[in-house]
């Protein structure tokens, strides 16, 4: 598995960003920490996209991780990391099964404002719930990973190690899936469904499939998120959250899983930078960025990277 | 020629949409092996007769029998594991991807009981065997290129290539030279019939120019506003005088409208 | 008693509402094949120019009467006024591409939008109750209802037939449905469809800011007005049949008193019946009432 290229590359960052962890300033951990847990939504998004579906609404799984993990600490009194997250999994996983259900039979628009609905709907019963914090949210636990409990600021190395772990495992394994039976499966769907449907694969099989790994990974990002920043409100199922996910895959282009995580960590880096300088205006230069990618580089900056390389 | 098994068996079937028949009690038996022309002018229900033996269509009213198993309102992706598969007037294939990756689809699809999720589609063993399909099919120097770059001809065998893959015991061709220019329809249906009378698989072919269906058919069916409206053998079809003023005439029309 | 006159009132009020956003948006799909997100901007936009012009007017102590008329004259010239920078601006170098390709554009114009409402107009929630108290109340089968709520009925039956006037008996709407039956053919017998486009979108934009405009008196228009309308626009859409304009007034009666019905019977569930109706009516129509489905043909 090593022979291939991009997995090795992937393996050499990971194991990198682990190592160097502990010794990289908070802040810059912090930053690190969000944009891996970004990646990871992306991630499952690049599934949906390359079946030809773009969701707006990946924030309602991500919100569910990140509400998962928070329940998980404050009502069940957990704290291992871990199963704070298989909570995020379970979970999500359950959900999208169901709403897959209904999902798999639309396309285009329709599975775009669908989704966006759902999030809506978790975003307005989340605002409603006295319980879990209304608009406010609440404050997640402070995690301890299979009985060890880090002490203080050693806590949030952790979490960026888990973070850079799950993200660079999940784009390994998902390099590797691309490239399967099912991977292509995703491609003839988006392509041609009636094509797939004569070759005796069913079209909403394969679109199930991939809404509930993307769901499940999205909560698998939420939770990291949880973790990194010790506290969970009802924005993260907001429309915003699932708006910004596409900018990045559609940033990163779909091309590669390194696309999505290096346009992950430029997005998170940017938007440190611009939400300092201009606090009102961060959505303003999204929606530029957004049109200038639509209409000058519909590949992401992959593309760009990969014109590059062929003319050198 | 028909010496063998009945294979398909359609009978009374109709397919109406709200007002329109597009079907009207069609009967018609396929025996094994054997290789029957299907004409007539657009909108006579050929196409819809494929798309509801396929399942791409619910019949209305009637049965469809395969193999003595009945196939009627099953799904195309059920119909096709039973050994029925088609070609598409209009190809159907993956715009964005190249000539080797739907060979590779297709073999994936079709042989595998279930798609893997991490094992590569692509292994060496998969590619000899979906190169040696193209090769039949005389486009193996294509594999490389991006379908929405190909001429419409290699399109065409491209499509039937990947119905080929299941190894069908009767295949449906729907116009497999429309489209294709006029220098091109015989070198293309002797592929495409070699590899047929090669697998021993029944055929059935929807074509406008009488005489490819003259030069492959054993048998004609010719339909008429959705109604058969002649089957037998090649040259009694195409002497029939109803044949020859309903279908035969409309494409002469058709001929001379082209040119 | 009581309480189903309630529901019959208040589910039309709601309703009335819900059409004049949801008809704007339908008409510019059915015609252009843009599902609009940036339409609720253009709903905000609306608000916000009605809530300002409505203030500055009451700080001079004019006559209450002029409010109304001012409130229709900021949506117009609003909605007209960024539809057209829209459409000329951007969306007319983007005709063409895919449905999806569409929804992102309009994505980023929701976007770059919404912070320029916010640069514009502050943070600051606006209030602009006057045109809504000055009307007082009235009394129907002995319930209260605001006067304002109820003329709000009158001009979204006024729209709706506006609208089915002009784009039935008028020369400029028989070419809109030309264009929406079939887009080629209506280019080829020689429409011109980039005015049409342009006068579609408009329209559209100003139905969007006319339903923010005539809503302002009756809430607090802050930031994020707009998202949550496209949302509740998009159901009452699909639910008639995306591209339908009797699709959209069916559509908004139903979800509207389903709403309704929800709030005086069972408030807990208020959120989940209107995307519950949607559901419903998409699993026994998956095109919505008022649209064809349309299968491949191979």
Redesign the interface.
């Known amino acids: 598995m090593l022979r291939d290229r991009s997995t090795l590359a992937l393996a050499i960052v990971m194991v990198a960003l682990v190592v160097a962890g502990p010794f990289l300033p908070a802040w810059l951990r912090f930053v690190g920490t969000v944009a891996l847990a970004n990646a990871l939504a992306v991630l499952g998004l690049l599934l949906l996209i390359r079946t030809g579906l773009?969701s707006?609404g990946q924030g309602l799984y991500y919100c569910i991780g990140g509400y998962a993990a928070g329940v998980g600490g404050k009502d069940l009194g957990l704290t291992d990391a871990f199963a704070l997250l298989a909570l995020g999994i379970v979970a999500s996983g359950i959900i999208s099964a169901i709403l897959g259900l209904?999902l798999c039979?639309?396309r285009?628009?329709?599975f775009?404002?669908f989704s966006?609905?759902?999030s809506?709907?978790l975003y307005?019963?989340l605002s409603k719930s006295q319980k879990l914090g209304s608009t406010d949210g609440f404050n997640v636990v402070t995690p301890t990973f299979l009985g060890y409990a880090p002490d203080g600021a050693n806590v949030k190395v952790w979490v960026f190690g888990l973070a850079v772990v799950l993200a660079f495992g999940v784009g390994i394994?998902l390099h590797?899936?691309l490239?399967?039976?099912?991977?292509?499966?995703s491609?003839?769907v988006?392509?041609?469904e009636?094509?797939?449907?004569?070759?005796?694969?069913?079209a909403q099989y394969v679109v199930w499939w991939k809404y509930v790994l993307a769901a499940v990974l999205a909560a698998l990002g939420g939770g990291i998120q949880a973790l990194a920043s010790g506290h969970v409100g009802p924005e993260m199922a907001y429309?915003t959250t699932s708006?910004e996910f596409?900018f990045i895959a559609?940033l990163g282009g779909t091309a590669h899983v390194g696309a999505i995580i290096s346009a992950a960590v430029i997005f998170e880096f940017i938007k440190t930078w611009v939400t300092q300088i201009s606090p009102?205006?961060?959505?303003?230069f999204?929606?530029?960025v957004?049109?200038v990618i639509?209409?000058f580089l519909p590949k992401g900056l992959w593309s760009l990277l990969a014109r590059m390389r062929r003319a050198s | 020629m028909s010496t063998g098994n009945t294979i398909l068996e359609a009978k009374g079937l109709s397919k109406s949409f709200g007002a329109v028949t597009a079907a009207k009690d069609i009967n018609i038996l396929v025996h094994e092996g054997e290789i029957v022309g299907v004409i007539g002018s657009n909108g006579a229900g050929k196409t819809t007769f494929i798309n509801m033996v396929t399942g791409y269509l619910k019949p209305t009213t009637g049965t469809i029998t395969f193999r003595g198993s009945d196939i009627t309102g099953l799904l195309p992706r059920q119909v096709v594991r039973t050994g029925v598969c088609r070609s598409f007037q209009v190809s159907q294939l993956f715009r964005e991807l190249t000539v080797l990756e739907h060979m590779l689809i297709a073999i994936g699809m079709m042989r595998a009981h279930r798609l893997s999720w991490l094992a590569p589609l692509h292994t060496p063993e998969h590619e000899r065997h979906a190169r040696e399909m193209l090769a039949r099919y005389t486009i193996e120097q294509h594999a490389g290129a991006v379908v929405s770059t190909l001429p419409q001809g290699v399109r065409k065998l491209l499509d039937i290539a990947m119905a080929t893959v299941a190894e069908p015991a009767l295949l449906l061709l729907d116009e497999p030279t429309s489209g294709v220019a006029i220098e091109e329809k015989f070198p293309l249906m002797q592929t495409v019939m070699g590899q047929i009378v090669a697998s021993k698989a029944a055929c059935l072919f929807v074509e406008h120019d009488m005489e490819i269906v003259e030069g492959y058919a054993h048998r004609v069916i010719a339909f008429y506003e959705g109604r058969v409206l002649a089957d037998g053998p090649v040259k009694d079809v195409l002497a029939n005088d109803e044949v020859r003023k309903y279908v035969i005439g409309s494409e002469i029309h058709r001929e001379k409208e082209k040119a | 008693m009581q309480t189903l006159i309630a529901i019959v009132v208040d589910g039309v009020i709601y309703a009335s509402w819900l059409f004049i956003v949801a008809a704007g948006l339908t008409l510019v799909y059915g015609v252009m094949r843009i599902l609009n997100l940036a339409h609720g901007s253009l709903y905000a936009i609306g608000a916000y120019a009605g809530a300002s012009a409505v203030v500055w007017y009451f700080a001079r102590n004019y006559p209450v009467a002029g409010s109304y008329a001012l409130l229709v004259i900021a949506a117009i010239v609003s909605g007209a006024l960024v539809g057209l920078l829209v459409e000329r601006g951007l969306l007319r170098l983007m005709y063409g591409r895919d449905e999806v390709v569409m929804v992102l554009v309009t994505y980023g114009v929701l976007l770059i939008l919404e912070d320029a409402i916010k640069l514009v107009f502050g943070v600051e929630a606006y209030t602009a109750f006057q045109p809504y108290e000055k009307m007082g109340r009235t009394s129907i089968g002995g319930m209260t209802f605001a006067t304002y709520d109820l003329a709000l009925v009158a001009v979204s039956i006024v729209v709706a037939l506006a609208l089915w006037w002009g784009v039935n008996r008028t020369k400029q709407g028989k070419l809109l449905l030309a264009v929406i039956a079939d887009r080629e053919m209506a280019t080829a017998l020689g429409i011109n469809v980039t005015r049409v486009f342009i006068v579609t979108f408009v329209i559209g934009s100003v139905l969007g800011a006319l339903a923010g405009a005539l809503t302002a008196p009756a809430i607090a228009v802050a930031p994020g007005l707009g998202v949550e309308v496209i949302v509740l626009a998009f159901a009452v859409v699909v639910t008639g049949g995306l591209g339908s304009i009797e699709g959209a007034l069916v559509g908004a009666l139903i979800i509207g008193i389903a709403r309704a019905a929800a709030v005086h019977l069972w408030p807990q569930v208020e959120l989940f019946v209107i995307y519950g109706v949607m559901a419903l009516v998409l699993a026994v129509r998956p095109q919505g009432l008022f649209a064809r489905a349309g299968a491949r043909k191979i």
Not at chain 1, 280 to 284: H, R
């Open positions: 773009v707006f209904l039979r639309y285009e628009i329709f775009a404002m966006m609905a759902f809506m709907i307005g019963l394994v590797q899936h490239r399967s039976g099912m991977g292509y499966a491609e003839a988006r392509d041609n009636i094509r797939v449907e004569y070759l005796g694969v069913s429309w708006g596409v559609l009102y205006t961060w959505q303003m999204l929606g530029i957004l049109l639509i209409m």
